[in-house]
């Protein structure tokens, strides 16, 4: 039995041998390595045009796919806390608002008016890294001007010192 099976193998080793010599003869290594650049290429220029799921990134006031782009979010620096069990107004269970704040003037596109949204840090809880993290500028001041200052950790001012997330709290119109 097992000189059949000897004899076998001995057969496939020797048709793969040929097979792969034959293939050697007639196709160099230049136009594999330039078949091969092809596809790769090919694959680089077709993939930006493959469907994809964008809803993953769609946030629930509006429809918007960047939550970062909601109005109230114009001048905050943070992750949103309403992606890490609070909402846009309050801090997550566990964690307790910040003694200061920054503040930025928001213009709310739906009534046209602008607004003063006070960001206040969420403090006491690890932050979450899932969480969606919002880097805007607008209105932002050097350090010497505090109140308009959105770099710094303002839970600094807090007894549990450790940062969680930030809120946007609609304080009045600005006028």
Sequence with gaps: MTRIIDKLLDRLDKSVESNIRTSARQHGRRSFL????????????????????????????????????YWRHCAIDGFLCDQSGGSLTTCPPGSSVSAVSWVGTCNNPDDGKEYLISYNDCCGKP???????????????????????????????????????????VVGTAE
């Design 34 to 69: 330039a078949r091969t650049g092809s596809a790769l290429f090919g694959a680089a220029v077709l993939s930006p045009v493959l469907p994809f799921d964008r809803r993953v990134h769609a946030s629930e006031g509006g429809g918007a796919e960047d939550p970062c782009s």
């Design 127 to 169: 932050f979450i890294p899932t969480a969606t993290f919002c880097n805007n500028n607008k209105g932002e001041r050097p350090g010497y001007r505090m109140s308009l200052y959105n770099d710094v950790n303002w839970c600094t001012a807090n007894t549990d010192k450790g940062y969680h997330c930030t809120v946007s709290v």
